[in-house]
């Protein structure tokens, strides 16, 4: 079975400063890892991905993630909080199960950025 | 290179009602999943379409079905309409090759379906 759980439903930051936001994953099999944006109003868009290479993956917008199979974890980082960052985030897990294939999306974290 | 493209943008409904949603996928994208995301929550995966052949399906009833043609571009369909299906309708296409492997997958705007 497959499920993610993203364990803040928001984070608030002040620009300039680090971000994290964490998301921990249960797969049968090895999984495809992803996180995506979806601001406002706008499309979902992805970030990086986590496909069994790197272990630290390195994504759009300085954010990166690393893939941790002890703690089945794959937080999100970026050093640097920019109010544009402000947005909807979810980790996402891809792969195969008894049946075919599923995609199976976080609840989200709200990520709010301070002046 | 066109993205993923969806129609229509919005749609009111009736309950009782059926609706068909439609999708073009990326140029190249052999692999078409929707996704309902209801207001303030994540999206939940409906199922998924590889070379016109459903491959996974999420915990929806029957009555959400779909279709992917020969060109990769595909339909979402929903009888029997109900209020909770109030939603937004997202469509992603992926160039999966032929094993088991996902590629990222690429959104469309999504269809705003509202039930009354």
């Known amino acids: 079975a497959q499920s993610v759980t993203q364990l803040d439903s928001h984070v608030s930051v002040s620009e300039g400063t680090p971000v994290l936001l964490r998301c921990n994953y249960s797969s049968s099999y090895s999984p495809s890892l992803f996180w995506y944006v979806q601001h406002p109003n706008k499309g979902l868009q992805l970030l990086l991905k986590y496909t069994s290479a790197a272990t630290l993956v390195k994504g759009i917008n300085g954010f990166e993630a690393e893939f941790k199979k002890s703690e089945t974890s794959f937080h999100l980082t970026k050093p640097s909080a920019h109010m544009s960052d402000a947005a909807e985030y979810f980790c996402?897990?891809?792969?195969?199960?008894?049946?075919?294939?599923?995609?199976?999306f976080g609840a989200g974290t709200r990520l709010f950025v301070k002046a | 290179e066109t993205g993923v493209t969806q129609s229509p943008t919005h749609l009111i409904k009736t309950r009782g009602q059926q609706v068909t949603l439609r999708c073009s996928s990326q140029?190249?994208?052999?692999?078409v999943s929707w996704y309902q995301q209801a207001l303030g929550q994540g999206p939940q995966f409906i199922f998924q379409?590889?070379?016109?052949?459903?491959?996974g399906r999420g915990n929806f009833p029957p009555r959400f079905s779909g279709l992917q043609f020969p060109n990769y571009s595909s339909e979402l369909n929903v009888n029997a309409l109900e209020l909770d299906d109030s939603a937004l309708y997202l469509c992603?296409?992926?160039?999966?090759?032929?094993?088991?492997?996902?590629?990222?997958?690429?959104f469309g705007p999504g269809t705003r379906l509202t039930v009354t």
């Open positions: 379409y590889y070379r016109e052949e459903e491959n």
């Open positions: 140029s190249g994208h052999n692999t």
């Open positions: 992603a296409s992926s160039p999966r090759d032929r094993g088991v492997n996902l590629y990222e997958q690429y």
């Open positions: 996402v897990v891809s792969g195969p199960y008894t049946g075919g294939f599923k995609t199976i």
